[in-house]
């Protein structure tokens, strides 16, 4: 089990990620840590998720798998909505799409390595509690948060990535 947490000090963005004798910074929501997540918060919600599926850029990243499954391609053509509104809330949507939606497709290297964590997935979703919460990589700012997400730098993610391939079972994180 991975477990996410606040880092001690005044800034709530800023976290650590521990697996086994293993520790990591990482950025969390610019609101720091919730038990209430609200759509546009910029909180990381609290509770344990798991990595449902995962993205790459195939032409900035070599990874192209995790866990033995295949990780998807990044397209110009991939979003997804963050709209409560919509019947695709917090569900991967096909560009153009008319409601509010994130495009996966990035100029910055956020969305290089993206995995999707289960935070309020069907069939359980709840309509504006939240979307779009990945794991993906830190901002080049390191006194940025993030809208919610966990992001850690591009080689501790790698690092992170390669010891999940050889544990088995799913990758679960506790956060909070």
């Known amino acids: 089990m991975i477990r996410v947490t606040r880092r001690p ?87 153009p799409f008319p409601a509010s939606h994130e495009k996966l497709l990035r100029k910055d290297r956020l969305y290089d390595v993206v995995l999707v964590l289960d935070w309020n997935m069907p069939p359980s979703r709840s309509r504006g509690a939240g979307s779009a919460i990945f794991v993906h990589i830190a901002p080049e700012h390191p006194q940025s948060g993030t809208h919610g997400c966990i992001a850690l730098e591009p080689r501790h993610l790698s690092q992170l990535l390669a010891i999940a391939d050889t544990v088995p079972g799913p990758i679960k994180l506790t956060i909070g």
């Open 9 to 95: 000090g005044l800034d709530p963005a800023r976290g650590l990620i521990r697996w086994g004798n293993r520790v990591w910074p990482c950025r969390l929501g610019k609101a720091g840590l919730t038990s209430r997540k609200r759509e546009g918060d910029r909180a990381t919600p609290q509770g344990v998720v798991s990595v449902v599926d995962g993205y790459v850029r195939s032409d900035r990243s070599r990874r192209r798998q995790l866990k033995g499954k295949k990780l998807r391609h990044i397209s110009q053509l991939q979003g997804w909505c963050d709209d409560p509104h919509h019947p695709a809330y917090n569900l991967p949507v096909q560009l």
